[in-house]
């Protein structure tokens, strides 16, 4: 009282600012002739309008009135998302095949049918008829001729009868190029997601995802008539620019397009979809017998999606975020044609807003806005680290189950093998659905890092204390434990970014935590590439790494059941909360954005501290 009394006396004196940091309209100048000097001084124009907070808010009135996913052109996008999902499995898992080590030996050049496997090389436990009889006599080779050979006969493994390493005999002195054939792949994945992400944010998900198909066919299909190896890596490198294109415009039109409640389970059916791509590979090559062949196969079923530049539209999310409200309207337009609504169903009066504010200029956000903000770039850091840790150590933990050298496996089979690993992601994939549904993102997250930290320091540390025929077994189950964790970690890393990312970056956000993804994916064929050097102090490092993201998780936020952010100060407002729901009458130690006060009232303390009763204390309580 004494503080507004002040005031009223001293006219007006230094007015309080509202919750969100903006002055009262109410204080205006008071009336009376301008001081002097007056003249002197320019008029600042006043500050644009801010746009209406009912067009802002997406889920709460725009997506309601739209009917939600109940609407049936609503589902049939959905559906529409998740259909490439099956492509995009067939492409990341096709250096598998593509690419696979296969068992090979030299064909003698004397004519006399002398046949001699090259020590070290394949699978030595083939049966008769494709290895020579033991009888024929095998000339002893030292190291510096044992790549001496003119012909090479190959043994596939993968179901094809030629492969690229056959195909230009990519053995001995040139077995380094298939490991840069396999970085071509995941290096355009990271390039990809990292410049489309941005563009996205500029020109929309639908122009991406539409050039994406179109040079994925081109890049793709040329990739299959390649006449050396070095055309096909550098082919490959594009073709994994235009995947990546394709999976973060999807993810990002999946997202934008569910309502809170149902987003999780709808990118995890997307997810089981591209592992069905995954498991249906193998039959897949064994149908198709030539690589040449499977490539072109694998590409060709992009050409449906070049109809989804009549049939999908853009992000009308994206178009509201980003104020193009006359495109929005537009669109809105459609959906309730398409879905058969009346004008009527417009409670809220979304439309009639939306033609107040249809001049207004559109506002693009590049995702380098985000540095100056306080607590998303740390979010999205955060979740960086976390998809990079989990998709990094997810190899050594598959290394220890298949042994430190690359030919010792523990299976002896290249199916068996194969679908163990595709088993274990799918094992991930359907636990992550009750464990988040009952814990959370930022729960769920923090359990799988917690798993994957164990596993990893106790195969590091423990089983060092163990006999050889113990330590083989604990080590396999360790490893079966990460792979399944890990994978987990990396997956909900992904979905957890794109949920607290703002509307209008989150191209750029899902570009960086995919990115990230990718990084981790590349430590695989580096390893691979030097032997297996350094594998130890690889996993040690990702494990420190488990122990930091650990501590880093509790200060994400929780996005359940919580609306998108459409802009930077809406992802600003994802504020940490509490693990664990506070109990009934307990007081919460951590204030949310609703109960924030504003103490700006404090610095006036001087001028008003006669105002307060002398028995008052500081907390209102009167003092004994």
Not at 178 to 198: D, M, N, P, R, Y
Not at 359 to 388: E, P, Q, Y
Not at 399 to 407: L, P, Q, R, V
Not at 417 to 431: P, R
Request: with cysteine.
């Amino acid at each position: 009282m004494a503080i507004e009394r002040r005031r009223e006396a001293g006219g007006g004196g230094r007015p309080l600012p509202e919750e969100n940091g903006s002055v009262p309209g109410a204080a205006a100048p008071p009336p009376g002739p301008p001081p002097a000097g007056a003249a002197e001084i320019q008029a600042v124009p006043p500050p644009a309008a801010a746009c209406s907070p009912l067009l802002l808010d997406y889920d709460g009135s725009v997506l309601p009135f739209l009917g939600g996913l109940g609407g049936g052109y609503q589902r049939t996008l959905v559906l529409l998302t998740w259909v490439p999902a099956l492509f995009i499995g067939f492409s990341k898992f096709s250096d598998s095949f593509l690419l696979d080590q296969p068992d090979f030996w030299c064909r003698q050049a004397d004519g006399q049918g002398n046949w001699s496997v090259a020590p070290g090389h394949g699978n030595r436990s083939g049966n008769s008829s494709i290895f020579p009889p033991a009888a024929l006599p095998t000339p002893v080779a030292g190291n510096a001729s044992e790549c001496d050979c003119h012909e090479w006969h190959y043994r596939i493994r993968a179901g094809l009868v030629q492969n690229v390493v056959s195909k230009w005999d990519l053995v001995c002195d040139s077995a380094w190029k298939v490991h840069i054939a396999k970085f071509s792949l995941l290096v355009g994945l990271i390039f990809g997601h990292l410049i489309t992400g941005c563009i996205a944010d500029w020109v929309g998900r639908r122009p991406i995802l539409l050039f994406s198909v179109i040079f994925i066919l081109i890049f793709g299909l040329t990739v299959a008539l390649s006449v050396n190896v070095t055309m096909f890596s550098t082919l490959r490198f594009f073709e994994g620019f235009c995947l990546a294109g394709i999976v973060l415009s999807l993810y990002a039109l999946r997202i934008e397009l569910c309502p809170p409640a149902h987003r999780f389970m709808i990118t995890m059916v997307a997810s089981f979809i591209e592992m069905a791509g995954q498991f249906l590979m193998p039959g897949l090559a064994a149908l198709c017998r030539d690589w040449q062949v499977l490539q072109a196969v694998i590409i060709c079923p992009f050409l449906l999606m070049l109809l989804y530049w009549v049939i999908f539209p853009e992000s009308l999310r994206w178009l509201m975020a980003t104020q193009q409200f006359e495109a929005s309207k537009e669109l809105i337009l459609q959906l309730t044609r398409k879905n058969r609504m009346n004008a009527e169903s417009d409670i809220k009066g979304v439309v009639p807003e939306l033609e107040k504010e249809i001049t207004r200029r559109s506002k693009k956000v590049c995702i380098i806005k985000v540095v100056g903000t306080r607590n998303l770039w740390k979010n999205i850091v955060v979740l960086c680290v976390n998809s990079l840790t989990g998709y990094g150590i997810h190899h050594c933990f598959a290394k220890s189950m298949m042994g430190h050298e690359a030919k010792m496996t523990i299976t002896q089979n290249f199916y068996a093998d194969y679908y163990t690993m595709a088993g274990i992601a799918l094992a991930s994939c359907l636990a992550m659905c009750p464990v988040v549904g009952f814990l959370g993102r930022r729960g769920g997250l923090l359990l799988f890092m917690i798993l994957t930290a164990l596993a990893s320091l106790l195969q590091l540390g423990l089983l060092n204390c163990m006999s050889d025929s113990v330590k083989d077994k604990f080590s396999t189950a360790f490893s079966i434990v990460g792979m399944f964790s890990s994978h987990a970690v990396g997956s909900l890393s992904v979905f957890f970014c794109a949920e607290i990312t703002p509307t209008v970056i989150r191209g750029g956000g899902l570009g960086l935590v995919l990115a990230s993804a990718g990084f981790g994916r590349l430590t695989a064929p580096i390893m691979e590439l030097h032997n297996q050097k350094g594998y130890f102090l690889h996993h040690v490092i990702f494990a420190c790494c488990t122990l930091i993201c650990i501590i880093c998780i509790l200060l994400l936020p929780e996005s359940k059941n919580q609306n998108l952010p459409e802009n930077i100060p809406d992802g600003e407002h994802y504020t940490r909360q509490p693990l664990l729901p506070h109990k009934k009458g307990e007081q919460p130690l951590l204030l949310t954005n609703s109960e924030l006060k504003d103490y700006s009232g404090l610095h006036d303390s001087a001028t008003v501290s006669d105002g307060i009763s002398e028995n008052t204390t500081a907390n209102g309580m009167k003092s004994m």
